[in-house]
């Protein structure tokens, strides 16, 4: 059975997932990118070094985010929506940090592992890994559609 | 630990994934689908429905191919490549179909479930599901970039 995800189920996903993919274009090449998020009231929260990406959306704003959830090939569900690229300076960049924290917090108790994410997380607080700047960002979401299959008895 | 993926994991990755996303963009729009495929030779298989996604790679060629493996925030794996867009008719759509049944067949056996999509290739056979025509294609992938992070223990 294929079919549509409503409006709460889009949401739910979206707030349910960690990693998702950006489509960015610029310069007649589209790139598709994975990136770890928290989603917060119609946005997509991101950090990313200083690269091709970030590059990419400067030039071309006009996004698409994508997250999936694959059981095996005949159970799975995905979300695509249409998205703007806004870059975030100062406080805002400040609070963006804030959600992707607490988002990866709430995971790291959800697994009890990898508490490394969160440290790294913190870390790029100081602008800096591996001598590249950090770039905070958010994707706002403009429309999306969700669709699912199942074919579980 | 960051790093890049050897041109053999690479390839590994490839053939050992089912779906992955194809990013493509028309007319100002760039767009991100999840597909199931079947990977051969440096090609990307997939067959799907006539509809957006179709449409837009008619329209545009240069596509973005992506997969990952991801077992959490820290410990992942991706490969983005580059691709092109080939529509497939005649003796080469029957190949394709046969890479993808083959393919498909080989998961039924690891997984010993959903003989329904298998059924559902073969009827694609017909060229017809849910009225709509059935398109095969590949995507002949050219340079590839394999990035993975790992830090469990």
Chains 1, 2 share one sequence.
């Not at 709460?8 to 349910?16: I, Y």
């Not at 607080?125 to 579980?152: M, N, P, W, Y």
Request: charge should be neutral.
């Amino acid at each position: 059975m294929l079919g549509t995800l409503t409006t709460v189920e889009v949401e739910r996903l979206l707030a349910s997932e960690f990693t998702g993919r950006i489509g960015c274009h610029a310069d007649g090449r589209t790139y598709v990118v994975p990136v770890t998020y928290a989603y917060k009231s119609g946005n997509v929260y991101c950090h990313s070094a200083e690269g091709r990406k970030v590059r990419m959306m400067r030039k071309n704003s006009d996004v698409c985010f994508e997250i999936d959830r694959v059981e095996d090939v005949g159970n799975w569900k995905s979300v695509i929506g249409e998205g703007r690229f806004h870059e975030l300076g100062g406080r805002e960049a400040l609070e963006a940090m804030d959600v992707l924290i607490a988002r990866f917090a709430e995971l790291e108790r959800a697994q009890e592992r990898h508490p490394s994410y969160v440290l790294r997380a913190s870390e790029a607080e100081s602008s800096r890994a591996d001598g590249r700047a950090i770039v905070l960002f958010r994707i706002q979401l403009g429309e999306k559609t969700g669709r699912f299959e199942r074919t579980s008895p």
